[in-house]
């Protein structure tokens, strides 16, 4: 029997994912325009490891993406965030793998599943201080390891512009 009259639960455990200079991506960045979140580390993580086929450098965590602001103003923005690996120090052309996604649109159409989905949700949620998405990722991915670990958004929409932090970390349930 549920606890309220909603069939699905709305207060979720959190989890306590710290950032880590070490192993973000980007603090504080605004971004208008379709590419990598780069302004810590060279927006790149390396999890090391000589020989990626091995298991060194597999790891599993949270993918934390906090939005500090974000345009939905003209309602036709769109914002897509793609977590890459690769064991390509570049990222080339064709070895590359998306670990993880998630998207934000200001309509239900500009959602990757529309039909299913949506409208994102409000910005910040009602009753909260700020946004953070935290996305599970896996480094492995059809028995391969990836060593390298980048973040990358693809932007549309009149006049969009975002400002995020991001980062990876373990993820630890907050009681």
Known sequence: MALTANTVPSQVPDLACPFDAQLAFTENQVIATTGYLNNLNSGQIDFGGANPSSGAGRKEGIWSIDVKSIDVSSVD????????????????????????????A?????????????????MPPTGSA???FRIP???????????????YVVIAGTTPTVTVTSWLSRAEIKV
């Open 130 to 132: 700020g946004t953070i």
């Open 77 to 104: 923005e769109i914002y897509k965030f793609h977590l890459f690996g690769s064991n390509d120090v570049a990222f080339g052309n064709g070895n590359v793998e998306l670990l993880a996604f998630h998207d934000v």
């Open 106 to 122: 200001a309509a239900t159409a500009g959602r990757q599943v529309a039909t299913i989905l949506g409208a994102s949700p409000a």
């Open 137 to 151: 990722f896996l480094t492995l991915m059809q028995r391969i390891v990836y060593r390298y670990v980048r973040a």
